[in-house]
């Protein structure tokens, strides 16, 4: 069973940083995307940040230079460091993994960003 198991969401204020965590398990990790995806509202699912099996990087436009993701195969886990959040940040954030026609989601976690 694939399991995507999100942490780390929460309330911050503007200008300050959270990490996400995502840990995987029922996958081979190592050869999948992992990805980072947002959801506010009213508003479609869009692109963060994903790194691909060979730590290729692509990041939404909205979030370059501010959010970097890492991973480590090792811990089977993805990992988005957010920094100068503002508040239009504030979405759910869902971990997600793909590999050809394979794809999984985790249950999302809440970031606040608000004073």
């Known amino acids: 069973q694939v399991q995507l198991v999100e942490s780390g969401g929460g309330l911050v204020q503007p200008g300050g940083s959270l990490r996400l965590s995502c840990a995987a398990s029922g996958i081979i990790f190592s050869v999948y995307t992992m990805g980072w995806y947002r959801q506010a509202p009213g508003k479609q699912r869009e692109l963060v940040a994903r790194i691909s099996s060979f730590h290729t990087t692509t990041y939404g436009d909205s979030v370059k230079g501010r959010f970097a993701i890492s991973r480590d195969n090792g811990k089977n886990t993805v990992y988005l460091q957010m920094n100068s959040l503002k508040p239009e940040d504030t979405s759910v954030y869902y971990c997600?993994?793909?590999?050809?026609?394979?794809?999984?989601w985790g249950q999302g976690t809440q970031v606040t960003v608000s004073s």
């Open positions: 997600n993994a793909v590999r050809g026609s394979l794809e999984y």
